[in-house]
């Protein structure tokens, strides 16, 4: 028959396993939310970039021309929303 101690050393085994792989979930979770929000604010600032590439470069040609010259699709000259 197994003593209380026993059990006690085995249940604190199991749970000692599920903690551990509980917090390299949540950190997992963290790192990826993390990455995420620089991503978020590095396209933030492309798409500032872009912006102000297209209002300076309106006084000399329009988004259409934009588009034909560097076979970008209107579309995708605009600011993701």
């Known amino acids: 028959m ?3 101690d026993e ?3 085995r249940v604190e085994a199991a749970d000692r396993s599920r903690s551990q ?3 390299e979930a949540a950190a997992k ?7 995420r ?3 978020r604010a590095e396209l933030a600032e492309i798409d500032a970039a872009i912006t102000a590439g297209i209002a300076d470069a309106e006084a000399i040609m329009t988004l259409a021309e934009v588009s034909a010259f ?10 993701v929303t």
């Open 2 to 4: 197994v003593t209380v």
């Open 21 to 23: 792989a509980r917090a």
């Open 37 to 39: 929000t620089q991503v």
């Open 29 to 35: 979770i963290a790192a990826a939310v993390e990455r």
């Open 7 to 9: 059990i006690r050393a």
């Open 70 to 79: 560097t076979g970008i699709p209107e579309a995708d000259l605009s600011p």
